[in-house]
């Protein structure tokens, strides 16, 4: 696989924060960003080179690549390898790649695997806002300044943090944060894999039901909380991939009602 290829899909010319809000606004007024397939296309096609995604391989990032597969297979799709994550998680990525022949790129940090253990021991007992921010946040980060789009896997209803994401948001910098399953629920998630055969990561059968760094996350059992097993003693409950990009402006709600989104294993006809 490839790794930090600074060569790669290297964006098209870059959109003026005016000209990026009044897409956005357009594609709202038009009700692209209520459906799932609709906004990842608007995406692609208003951005081109200057679109990629990151998926961690769970269960919204599947369905996001299903989608892909139809819509834009070359995409490049980052993993971002943090050298802690669990063997499981990365023979699936390798299954993924392999068998949707997935454009799978892993993002590592400068310093990774032996190099960080051996200046920082194991930080994330220690400090692991600042383990997350050098192994998540600053390889993102280096992303975020190679491309315009971002395409992630957040939806409403998975954590208290996450209740106001939008299907498109603009983010401090001129990026674009594109979200298709932002407004779906847990039902629609899984009612999609169903119908479409989707593989899920391995651990989702062993209790798991959010899947980061293998110290820092244990199975959940808590139904109403699908993030519970991150961090479990702390008051840490996110990594900062989605929380380090401040929102521009007041961009307002969608006019999607929670849950909305694609109808499971129904094709947009937008």
Wanted: with cysteine.
């Amino acid at each position: 696989m490839a790794l930090n290829p600074l060569a790669s899909a290297r964006p098209r010319g870059r959109l003026d924060d005016a000209t990026l809000s009044r897409e956005v606004d357009a594609a709202r007024a038009r009700g692209i960003d209520r459906d799932a397939r609709a906004v990842i296309q608007w995406g692609h096609d208003l951005l081109g080179d200057g679109l990629m995604m990151t998926t961690s391989f769970q269960k919204s990032g599947m369905i996001i690549l299903h989608m892909l597969r139809e819509i834009a297979p070359h995409l490049p799709v980052y993993f971002l390898d943090t050298g802690f994550h669990f063997p499981e998680t990365l023979e699936f990525a390798e299954r993924v790649r392999r068998e949707w022949n997935v454009n799978l790129i892993f993002q590592r940090a400068k310093l990774f695997g032996e190099a960080f253990h051996a200046r920082h021991g194991e930080l994330y007992e220690r400090d692991p806002d600042l383990c997350c921010h050098l192994n998540k946040v600053e390889p993102q980060a280096e992303l975020l300044g190679r491309y315009q789009g971002w395409i992630a896997g957040v939806r409403r209803d998975q954590a208290e943090t996450r209740e106001g994401a939008e299907s498109l948001e603009i983010l401090e910098g001129g990026t674009l944060k594109v979200q298709p399953l932002a407004h779906w629920v847990r039902s629609e998630v899984e009612a999609y894999l169903r119908a479409h055969d989707i593989p899920v990561h391995p651990l989702f059968a062993q209790g798991y039901t959010s899947l980061g760094c293998q110290p820092c996350t244990r199975p959940c059992h808590d139904p109403g909380n699908e993030r519970a097993g991150r961090w479990i003693g702390t008051a840490k409950t996110e990594c900062g991939l989605h929380t380090f990009g401040k929102k521009l402006g007041s961009q307002g709600p969608s006019t999607a009602s929670p849950g909305a989104g694609s109808a499971p294993g129904r094709r947009s006809t937008s």
